[in-house]
């Protein structure tokens, strides 16, 4: 991990998005949800865009096609499904998304899948768009919830995406 989204990984920590370093944890039937929710805590930090998703671990296997896990395969998988459900633009040029890590947790008794991504730009970021659409095309009731961080200066906002909502929402600062 570079200086900077090691930096930025502890802006996320100070959000309380810390991830966990547990065991994945297998689903089980008692683990069953009606409710299809993802939660991003995002922060933007000069040239860096750095988030942790946290989505029900079989919703994503369930859009995925295939069990979620720490192999190259599942990797490339999740890494390839980011990109295509989560765009994201600074100053209008397209960002593509590295996967810095990720790993199982729980939520109560619900199994979770946790992602770091990193995205850079060639500059400074002083506008960004964002399109998540993480689970839309599994879950006709599925919503996406981010917390967009600014540093520095410590800005917050919150974006709320639903399925059928395809635009972009875009942040000056």
């Known amino acids: 991990m570079t200086r900077r989204v090691a930096l930025v990984a502890g802006a996320l920590l100070m959000l309380g998005a810390a991830p966990p ?10 683990a069953r949800h009606n409710t299809h929710i993802a939660h991003t805590r995002m922060v933007v930090e000069g040239t860096m865009v750095v988030a942790r998703i946290r989505m029900f671990r079989d919703d994503l296997q369930k859009a995925l096609k295939r069990p979620v896990s720490d192999e190259p395969a599942a990797q490339a998988a999740l890494r390839a499904y980011i990109n295509g459900s989560f765009g994201v633009t600074a100053d209008g040029a ?36 964002l399109k998540v ?41």
């Open 21 to 30: 370093r547990a065991a994945p944890v297998a689903p089980t039937p008692a």
């Open 94 to 129: 397209r960002l593509t998304a590295e996967l810095a890590d990720s790993g199982g947790d729980t939520e109560g008794e619900q199994p979770i899948w946790w992602v770091l991504v990193q995205w850079k730009a060639a500059r400074p970021v002083r506008t960004i768009g």
């Open 133 to 173: 659409h993480l689970l839309f095309d599994t879950f006709s009731d599925q919503q996406n919830v981010v917390v967009l961080n600014k540093q520095p200066g410590d800005e917050r906002r919150s974006l709320y995406f639903q399925p059928g909502d395809r635009t972009e929402q875009v942040i000056k600062f």
